[in-house]
């Protein structure tokens, strides 16, 4: 541990108007048990007192192991935010963590044994979310320690959003900037792609991480949107290439994943997106090729997409009784 403790870990926050809230996020920083810090906030062209607030942070906090550095462009989005984060580090190791969530005190003191031990690049732990308004635990989500994460992320059930994740600098240089053309599923296809891209992926069980659950929305509806759906499609063609690229998929899961895709198929037809349904289809048929003596499951998600939008509007249908018989 005495040369990890010389390690540096590079915390990246993006803000936009969390004036309110953004000293709980970074108290959660400060309150770590590892040293040294670097902590970058990046202000995504706040129009409220969020400069004055993170300034003032700023000078009660920051000393020789914790550094603080607040940088404000214009307003861009989240994934500029942490691009500019990105460009800015010294560290060695990279946490993003959103304006409204916490990190756990241990975490940063964790990750870096963990990964000077086993010289993991990639790292997704537990995290748990949070009712402030109730200050109750609503959730707690393990990480899987005992399956395959790549595998994992090809059925649907790696969940990598940028709270629970952590990188090596020269993974996240690897990997390249996060994309600014996703409105939404932003954090999805960078840490999948992240995940496809390391070389030592590892997974801590524990809950290390706290993400804020609102009784307000925390997000638009904008993924429900036709154009949110190209997003998630377009994220999961990402996931399959990288995947092609890997040797450590098994047949299983290139077969669950294209049933998952038909399903997202099937769903677009329903939703009258055809053009998302043809594609959906043309990505699954892809994973298939790569396993092709693997029998599907839920052979009826096929069935249903060559059948296009009557298979959609029919398969859509089942399930809305389905749900009602279970009610």
């Given at each position: 541990m005495s040369e990890n403790i010389k390690k540096v870990f590079s915390v990246i926050v993006p803000v936009f108007n969390r004036a309110g809230m953004i000293e709980e996020t970074l108290d959660s920083v400060f309150d770590q048990t590892y040293r040294p810090i670097e902590l970058l906030i990046v202000d995504d062209g706040s129009t409220d007192e969020t400069a004055k607030v993170v300034e003032g942070w700023a000078r009660t906090n920051q000393s020789h192991n914790f550094i603080v550095r607040y940088i404000h462009q214009e307003n861009?989005?989240?994934?500029?935010?942490?691009?500019?984060?990105?460009?800015?580090?010294?560290?060695?190791?990279?946490?993003?963590?959103?304006?409204?969530?916490?990190?756990k005190p241990e975490r940063l003191e964790r990750l870096t044994a963990f990964m000077g031990e086993t010289k993991a690049d990639f790292v997704i732990t537990g995290f748990d979310g949070f009712d402030p308004d109730e200050s109750i635990t609503t959730e707690r989500h393990p990480a899987n320690i005992h399956r395959n994460l790549v595998e994992l992320a090809l059925e649907g059930r790696f969940w990598g959003n940028s709270l629970r994740c952590s990188y090596t600098r020269e993974l996240v240089e690897r990997i390249g900037p996060w994309d600014t053309d996703f409105i939404c599923f932003e954090d999805r296809e960078y840490s999948e792609r992240a995940l496809l891209l390391a070389e030592k992926p590892r997974a801590i069980e524990d809950i290390l991480a706290t993400a804020r659950r609102h009784k307000r929305e925390r997000l638009s509806s904008f993924h429900t949107t036709k154009a949110g759906r190209g997003l998630r499609i377009e994220s999961e063609a990402r996931l399959l290439h990288l995947a092609k690229t890997r040797n450590d998929v098994s047949d299983k899961s290139y077969a669950e994943f294209a049933s998952r895709i038909f399903g997202l198929g099937v769903r677009s037809y329903a939703s009258g997106w055809i053009d998302h349904g043809r594609r959906s289809g043309k990505i699954a048929k892809a994973a298939i090729a790569c396993a092709p003596n693997e029998p599907i499951p839920k052979k009826r998600r096929l069935f249903a997409w060559n059948l296009g939008v009557v298979g959609g509007l029919a398969y859509s249908g089942l399930g809305s009784i389905k749900t009602k018989i279970k009610l």
């Amino acid at each position: 541990m005495s040369e990890n403790i010389k390690k540096v870990f590079s915390v990246i926050v993006p803000v936009f108007n969390r004036a309110g809230m953004i000293e709980e996020t970074l108290d959660s920083v400060f309150d770590q048990t590892y040293r040294p810090i670097e902590l970058l906030i990046v202000d995504d062209g706040s129009t409220d007192e969020t400069a004055k607030v993170v300034e003032g942070w700023a000078r009660t906090n920051q000393s020789h192991n914790f550094i603080v550095r607040y940088i404000h462009q214009e307003n861009q989005g989240v994934c500029s935010a942490r691009n500019i984060g990105i460009q800015n580090i010294t560290g060695d190791y990279v946490q993003f963590l959103d304006s409204d969530d916490w990190l756990k005190p241990e975490r940063l003191e964790r990750l870096t044994a963990f990964m000077g031990e086993t010289k993991a690049d990639f790292v997704i732990t537990g995290f748990d979310g949070f009712d402030p308004d109730e200050s109750i635990t609503t959730e707690r989500h393990p990480a899987n320690i005992h399956r395959n994460l790549v595998e994992l992320a090809l059925e649907g059930r790696f969940w990598g959003n940028s709270l629970r994740c952590s990188y090596t600098r020269e993974l996240v240089e690897r990997i390249g900037p996060w994309d600014t053309d996703f409105i939404c599923f932003e954090d999805r296809e960078y840490s999948e792609r992240a995940l496809l891209l390391a070389e030592k992926p590892r997974a801590i069980e524990d809950i290390l991480a706290t993400a804020r659950r609102h009784k307000r929305e925390r997000l638009s509806s904008f993924h429900t949107t036709k154009a949110g759906r190209g997003l998630r499609i377009e994220s999961e063609a990402r996931l399959l290439h990288l995947a092609k690229t890997r040797n450590d998929v098994s047949d299983k899961s290139y077969a669950e994943f294209a049933s998952r895709i038909f399903g997202l198929g099937v769903r677009s037809y329903a939703s009258g997106w055809i053009d998302h349904g043809r594609r959906s289809g043309k990505i699954a048929k892809a994973a298939i090729a790569c396993a092709p003596n693997e029998p599907i499951p839920k052979k009826r998600r096929l069935f249903a997409w060559n059948l296009g939008v009557v298979g959609g509007l029919a398969y859509s249908g089942l399930g809305s009784i389905k749900t009602k018989i279970k009610l």
